[in-house]
T-cell receptor, first 114, second 111 residues
Framework: QKEVEQNSGPLSVPEGAIASLNCTYS??????FFWYRQYSGKSPELIMS????GDKEDGRFTAQLNKASQYVSLLIRDSQPSDSATYLC??????????????FGQGTTLQVKP | DTEVTQTPKHLVMGMTNKKSLKCEQH?????MYWYKQKAKKPPELMFV???????INESVPSRFSPECPNSSLLNLHLHALQPEDSALYLC??????????FGDGTRLSIL
């Protein structure tokens, strides 16, 4: 199993729908998770971080962490065409020798169709 | 606009050239990072500096040479690069245990 896994997509949803992006992880990563959004040709932008079990909401975005099942998800409500991007799930490696080292999933491409 | 500033935004160089990429942050972060990103792939870690000291080198070829002159600056010196080194080079910074913040990147093309 890869340390952090995402379905590369593309995930296509109609405008106004809920987009659900998922990520699974192994025991080799720490229990902090970050979601980055990356538009084509641009750099990754941090949109959500989650450190504990449960849900965390920020505007139209909700991050969910389920440690028992080892998955983390990002829900985007009322999806807009401007949400079309690649979403990267990332987590720090476990262990002090890997301090600062993030492992990224492959990224899921989201397409929101008007 | 980002709080991590990278220059130049674009760079075209020949295989025999020497050039440098620069990164600056004024958020007081004590960890700084260089990543390489190819199209449709996630960022790939190259180097980590923690408190101005190199803490991680991900077996990067010696034609890439990082330097951290102070806690706000990070350079990446380039020499004798190959065409396959063409990519987006990203700088990031963070506090320990906190998420990394990326600069806009330098789009590098090797002729």
């Amino acid at each position: 199993q890869k340390e952090v896994e995402q379905n590369s997509g593309p995930l296509s949803v109609p405008e106004g729908a809920i987009a659900s992006l998922n990520c699974t992880y192994s025991d080799r990563v720490s229990q902090s998770f970050f979601w980055y959004r990356q538009y084509s040709g641009k750099s990754p932008e941090l949109i959500m971080s989650i450190y504990s079990n449960g849900d965390k909401e920020d505007g139209r975005f909700t991050a969910q962490l389920n440690k028992a099942s080892q998955y983390v998800s990002l829900l985007i409500r009322d999806s807009q065409p401007s949400d079309s991007a690649t979403y990267l799930c990332a987590a720090p490696y476990e262990g002090s020798s890997n301090t600062g080292k993030l492992i990224f999933g492959q990224g899921t491409t989201l397409q929101v169709k008007p | 606009d980002t709080e991590v500033t990278q220059t130049p935004k674009h760079l075209v160089m020949g295989m025999t050239n020497k050039k440098s990429l620069k990164c600056e942050q004024h958020m007081g972060h004590r960890a700084m990072y260089w990543y390489k990103q190819k199209a449709k792939k996630p960022p790939e870690l190259m180097f980590v500096y923690s408190y101005e000291k190199l803490s991680i080198n991900e077996s990067v070829p010696s034609r890439f040479s990082p330097e951290c002159p102070n806690s706000s600056l990070l350079n990446l010196h380039l020499h004798a690069l190959q065409p396959e080194d063409s990519a987006l080079y990203l700088c990031a910074s963070s506090q320990e245990g906190q998420p990394q913040h990326f600069g806009d990147g330098t789009r590098l093309s090797i002729l």
